[in-house]
Antibody
C-alpha cells in the first residue's frame, strides 16, 4: 500500500489562499490506474469531496467549489497539490488526500491535515 | 450536488445486526451502481469497506454487507463487535467523475 502525507500551513487568514501538498511514497503517481483526490471534513461534520486529478492532469471538481479551487500534479516529485482561494471560516476543516480508483472510491488515504481559517 | 441522507445515529448490542440507510436521488444512488461505504474511527482517516454497492475490499470481514433498492443504499453490520463503533459514511458516484457523500451515521455498540 502506498503512503500519502499532506503538508502545508495549519492556519490561513480569511480571503487568502489555502495551499496543501500531498506526497505519495511507495507507489508512482504517474499511473493511468488511479486518480488522486482531495476531500475535507469540517470539525464534527461529514466528508465532502473536493476534486480529483489524473496523472495526465485531467481534473474534476466539486461544482460548489469549482470557482475557487485548483488541483495540480507534479509527477517528477510524486506530489499533487490543492489550492483553495478566497477562504472563509467555513473552509476550516481536516483536509485529506487520497487515491481513487474510478467508480470504486478512495482506497488509500493520508492521515489528514487540519487547516484553520482565522485572522 | 446534494448530500446523501443518513440517520445521524444507530445502535445495537454485541452480536446483533444493524442496518444504516443512505438515501439519494436518480442523479446519484438511483442512477448508478457505484455506492461506497467508509468506516471512520475517531481521529483516523476513513477506510473503504464497501464498493460497487455490495463488494468488499480484501481484508474487510463479511460481517459488513451492502445493498441497494431504488434511490436508497444500505449497509448492514452483522455480529456487532465493540470495534465496529465508529462513524459510517455512504458515498455515490454522481456523474462526470464526481462523488457525493452522506452526512454520516454514528454507530454505537451498546
Amino acid at each position: 500500500q502506498p503512503h500519502l502525507q499532506e503538508s502545508g500551513p495549519g492556519l490561513v487568514k480569511p480571503s487568502e489562499t489555502l495551499s496543501l501538498t500531498c506526497t505519495v511514497s511507495g507507489d508512482t503517481i504517474d499511473s493511468r490506474n488511479y486518480y488522486w483526490g482531495w476531500l475535507r471534513q469540517p470539525p464534527g461534520k461529514g466528508l465532502e469531496w473536493i476534486g480529483i486529478i489524473s496523472n495526465g492532469g485531467s481534473t474534476h471538481y466539486n461544482p460548489s467549489l469549482r470557482s475557487r479551487i485548483n488541483i495540480s500534479i507534479d509527477t517528477s516529485k510524486n506530489q499533487f497539490s490543492l489550492r483553495l482561494n478566497s477562504v472563509t471560516a467555513a473552509d476550516t476543516a481536516v483536509y485529506f488526500c487520497a487515491r481513487e480508483i474510478t467508480m470504486i472510491g478512495f482506497g488509500v488515504w493520508g492521515q489528514g491535515a487540519m487547516v484553520t481559517v482565522s485572522s | 450536488q446534494s448530500a446523501l441522507t443518513q440517520p445521524p445515529s444507530a445502535s445495537g448490542s454485541p452480536g446483533q445486526s444493524v442496518t444504516i440507510a443512505c438515501t439519494g436521488s436518480n442523479s446519484d444512488v438511483g442512477g448508478y451502481g457505484f455506492v461506497s461505504w467508509y468506516q471512520q474511527h475517531p481521529n483516523n482517516a476513513p477506510k473503504l469497506i464497501i464498493f460497487e454497492v455490495t463488494k468488499r475490499p480484501s481484508g474487510v470481514p463479511d460481517r459488513f454487507s451492502g445493498s441497494k433498492s431504488g434511490n436508497t443504499a444500505s449497509l448492514t453490520v452483522s455480529g456487532l463487535q465493540a470495534d465496529d463503533e465508529a462513524h459510517y459514511y455512504c458515498s455515490s458516484y454522481a456523474g462526470s467523475h464526481s462523488w457525493v457523500f452522506g452526512g454520516g451515521t454514528k454507530l454505537t455498540v451498546l
